[in-house]
C-alpha cells in the first residue's frame, strides 16, 4: 500500500543546531517527493521537490533533502535551524507519470526550537 | 506572488446543515484539489477535478461532498448534511498540470460542526 512515514512526530532543537527530519515512503511507482510546512494558523508551503536526476535538493529557508531510493528515505536536513522555523513539517509523495495526481501525506513532525 | 485564496478562514456549523466552502485557485492552474486535515491527524485527499468534471475521488469523498467550479475563477466544495465527523481543516490546492505538477495550497478553512 502506498504510504509516507514521519518517525518523529515531535522534535526539540536548539537554536542554531542542525536538523534532520526523517520520511520514508513506501510507493509502487516511481514517486516524487515533497516537503511541505505549515505554520500556525497557515496553509502548507512547498519547501522542495524531487522529481528526478541530482538526489540532493535545495529549497527554501535553506533546507535541503536527499532522495535515497535504497532506503527508500526523503529526509530534510538543516544546517543551522532559525527560531523561526519552528513550524509542523509534511513530507508527501505522489505518482511520476502516473494516473493520479493525489498527493499522499505523512503525519508531520512538529519542530519546536529553543532559544 | 500569485496564491490560493480560501473563504472563509473558519465556519462553525450544526450538525446536518449544508456548508460550502471557497476557494479561488491559481488563475492560469487547470487542475483542482481539495484536501482536509482532521485535527492531530495526517492530511488526506478528497478529490481532483479537471476540465469541470472529477478526475479523481477517495472513499472519504461520498455523496454527501460535491465540487462545483461556478465560474472562471472560483473553486467549491459542498457537504449536503454535515455530520460531526466532518470537523476539520479543509485545503484547497490548484497546479498547472497533472502528474509531476507541484500543486498549491491554500490557507486552509477550518470547519466546526456542533
Known amino acids: 500500500a502506498q504510504s509516507v512515514t514521519q518517525p518523529d512526530i515531535h522534535i526539540t532543537v536548539s537554536e542554531g543546531a542542525s536538523l534532520e527530519l526523517r520520511c520514508n515512503y513506501s510507493?509502487?511507482?516511481?514517486?516524487?517527493l515533497f516537503w511541505y510546512v505549515q505554520s500556525p494558523g497557515q496553509g502548507l508551503q512547498l519547501l522542495l521537490k524531487?522529481?528526478?536526476?541530482?538526489?540532493l535538493v535545495q529549497g527554501i529557508k535553506g533546507f535541503e533533502a536527499e532522495f535515497k531510493r535504497s532506503q527508500s528515505s526523503f529526509n530534510l536536513r538543516k544546517p543551522s535551524v532559525h527560531w523561526s522555523d519552528a513550524a509542523e513539517y509534511f513530507c508527501?509523495?505522489?505518482?511520476?507519470?502516473?494516473?493520479?495526481?493525489?498527493?499522499?501525506f505523512g503525519t508531520g513532525t512538529l519542530l519546536a526550537v529553543q532559544p | 506572488e500569485p496564491e490560493v485564496t480560501q473563504t472563509p478562514s473558519h465556519q462553525v456549523t450544526q450538525m446536518g446543515q449544508e456548508v460550502i466552502l471557497r476557494c479561488v485557485p491559481i488563475s492560469n492552474h487547470l487542475y483542482f484539489y481539495w484536501y482536509r486535515q482532521i485535527l492531530g491527524q495526517k492530511v488526506e485527499f478528497l478529490v481532483s477535478?479537471?476540465?469541470?468534471?472529477?478526475?479523481?475521488k477517495s472513499e472519504i469523498f461520498d455523496d454527501q461532498f460535491s465540487v462545483e467550479r461556478p465560474d472562471g475563477s472560483n473553486f467549491t466544495l459542498k457537504i449536503r448534511s454535515t455530520k460531526l465527523e466532518d470537523s476539520a481543516m479543509y485545503f484547497c490546492?490548484?497546479?498547472?498540470?497533472?502528474?509531476?505538477?507541484?500543486?498549491?495550497f491554500g490557507p486552509g478553512t477550518r470547519l466546526t460542526v456542533l
Open positions: 510507493y509502487g511507482a516511481t514517486p516524487y
Open positions: 490546492a490548484s497546479s498547472m498540470r497533472e502528474g509531476t505538477d507541484t500543486q498549491y
Open positions: 524531487y522529481f528526478s536526476g541530482d538526489t
Open positions: 477535478f479537471y476540465n469541470n468534471e472529477i478526475s479523481e
Open positions: 508527501a509523495v505522489g505518482a511520476l507519470g502516473g494516473a493520479t495526481n493525489k498527493l499522499i
